[in-house]
């Protein structure tokens, strides 16, 4: 199951918390189609109020995160960071768990 860092679940949390007043919001991670022919899916995020129908939830600390089909075969293993540069972006990296 996709885990989190601290940092993550922190930038994660505060994204979600300036987006939405809803108690049940999260961020949405689903596949997009490749930018290129021949190409794998691509993953996105967005904050949303609700999951969707068939999106699997992931709750770590209180924080939401809802997986599309996709996202959550790719993920399955996987642990997510984020950082913020001194602009304000945020960047989420995903790394493999270490058994």
């Excluded at 939830?57 to 997510?80: C, H, M, N, P, W």
Aim: no cysteine; charged share 20%.
């Amino acid at each position: 199951m996709l885990t989190l860092t601290d940092n993550a679940t922190a930038i994660v949390t505060t994204l979600v918390s300036r987006q939405s007043d809803t108690p049940e919001a999260g961020l949405r991670i689903h596949s997009t189609p490749a930018p290129e022919a021949g190409g794998g899916a691509r993953l996105a995020v967005l904050v949303t109020a609700d999951p969707e129908p068939q999106d699997q939830i992931v709750e770590v600390s209180g924080t939401r995160l809802f997986l599309d089909e996709t996202a959550a075969t790719a993920l399955e293993d996987k642990i997510l960071d984020a950082g913020v540069d001194d602009e304000g972006s945020v960047s989420f990296a995903v790394l493999p768990q270490v058994a």
